[in-house]
């Protein structure tokens, strides 16, 4: 997981929120491991990293090949430097407290960066949330809930950069099924749930729109029943004002999680292939908002993570299941 400064990110500088200043302080968040076995964090020491680069992070991604490097794991982050945003890549050795730094992607396409899913060590799908990084257009933007955001698709191998999805309104998280033919895209100002066919091509598809109804932030697959989960915000304008508060009077959030799975009712023959429920609801007094729930099916708990907050919170995942 990644962890930053709250002060730097709701004071200082933090382009996600449109929060830029002529700063000279160097920013450095930290990524953690959470042990859930033991309820321990574990700081991450960056190895082959500038010392005077920025690491400012927003979403992350991670890839796996079990088959070929089972004691490996390559980590993308979301980089906003005051140089502007990047893709920084990593590897892991499982069982160190090491991320060693591979190498930085910077490409004109990718402007306004959220979040990044690997479908494979060399390449990547990214969500730009805006059209425009600053200014007047961006705020417009914002109030209007203009469909200018996109999906990015970039490959290390071809050395190719190119847009494969387009005219989303503040495409928000972005993660992929478990053999990566599906990507999921979550969307803010649209409060749907995209769902994309993945083509040979690295072309994207859109299959389903799933409107929830609220406005997504993270969205996280469950390994085992390919079921997805989304943290969301049941107020986006107040969130929006929660986030770029500087003084810490604005209120917490209210969040909820929704669980989309496939549809096993009757109306299925009818054409629609999935269901969606909220499991968890709170409003602000466990976590400040929730901009992330992830499960691990195997240990019975679910994480929920916060843009703005002092920790994470651990959840029973069954009882949120069988109460809902």
């Known amino acids: 997981m990644a962890c930053g400064d709250k002060t730097i990110r709701s004071q200082v500088f933090y382009p ?22 033991n309820d321990k964090l574990i700081p991450l020491e960056l190895k082959n990293f500038p010392p005077e680069e920025d690491f400012l992070l927003c979403g992350m991604g991670i890839y796996e090949d079990e088959k070929n490097e089972p004691n490996k794991l390559y980590v993308f982050f ?5 140089t502007g945003s990047v893709i920084e890549i990593f590897e892991h050795i499982l069982n160190t407290n090491e991320l060693v730094h591979l190498s930085t992607v910077k490409n004109d396409l990718i402007i306004t960066p959220n979040d990044v899913v690997p479908v494979s060590k060399d390449e990547f799908y990214v ?12 705020e417009f933007g914002d109030i209007t809930r203009r469909p200018w955001g996109n999906v990015v698709f970039h490959s290390s191998i071809t050395n190719t950069t190119e847009i494969v999805a ?30 994309y066919d993945r083509k040979s091509n690295n072309k994207l598809h859109l299959s ?4 929830t109804g609220l406005s997504i932030d993270n969205i996280s697959v469950d390994e085992q029943t390919g079921e997805i989960y989304c943290a969301a ?7 929006l004002v929660y986030m770029r508060d500087r003084t810490g009077t604005a209120p917490p959030q209210p969040a ?7 549809n096993t009712a009757e109306d299925k023959f009818y054409g629609i292939k999935y269901s969606q429920k909220i499991i968890f609801e709170d409003n602000g007094s466990i976590l400040p908002s929730v901009s992330i729930a992830t499960a691990d099916r195997q240990r019975n708990v679910m994480l929920l993570g916060t843009f703005r907050g002092d920790g994470i919170a651990r959840c029973e995942l069954e009882s949120l299941i069988e109460i809902n």
């Open 16 to 37: 996600p929120i449109n929060l830029i200043t002529d700063t000279t302080q160097l920013i450095r968040d930290t990524p953690y491991i959470y042990d859930i076995n």
């Open 78 to 82: 979301t980089n906003h430097k005051k």
């Open 127 to 138: 969500t730009n949330d805006h059209g425009h990084e600053t200014g007047f257009w961006r």
């Open 166 to 195: 387009d005219s989303i309104r503040y495409p928000n998280g972005i993660t992929s099924n478990w053999d990566n033919s599906k990507i999921y895209v979550g969307t803010s100002a649209g409060g749907e749930l995209l769902i």
């Open 208 to 211: 389903e729109s799933l409107f």
């Open 233 to 239: 915000t049941q107020k986006p304008l107040a969130a």
């Open 256 to 262: 909820a999680i929704i669980k989309v799975s496939n």
